[in-house]
Nanobody, 119 residues
């Protein structure tokens, strides 16, 4: 129903920045809420941040507050994750997720994009 296409991952030095993009498509292109998650090797999947499509309210995990920012471009149906002051521990596969109104979880996921932060 909703397809998510991610881009922007790569290798970056500690202290640097990256911006991830998540473009939505499909029969229902505009979700109720979108979010970013990440999973580092050997660790559980971790919530990073979320944004409400209607209103644009955001929320972030404590580990990224002040460094990461979620934004949206309504015309492009795209959500961004701006990552600044990157740390080695930010290294993970980053996933974009979406849910529709009435969903209590996130049934739609992107394939993930690798972010590697070197010291």
């Amino acid at each position: 129903q909703v397809q998510l296409v991610e881009s922007g991952g790569g290798l970056v030095q500690a202290g640097g920045s990256l911006r991830l993009s998540c473009a939505t498509s499909g029969r229902t292109a505009t979700p109720y809420e979108m979010a970013w998650f990440r999973q580092a090797p050997g660790k559980e999947r971790e919530f990073v941040g979320r944004i409400s499509w209607s209103g644009g309210g955001t929320g972030y995990a404590d580990s990224v507050k002040g460094r990461f920012t979620i934004s949206r471009n309504d015309a492009k149906n795209t959500v961004y994750l701006q990552m600044n002051s990157l740390k080695f521990e930010d290294t993970a596969v980053y996933y974009c997720a979406a849910r529709m109104y009435g969903d209590s979880d996130y049934p739609f996921w992107g394939q993930g994009t690798q972010v590697t932060v070197s010291s």
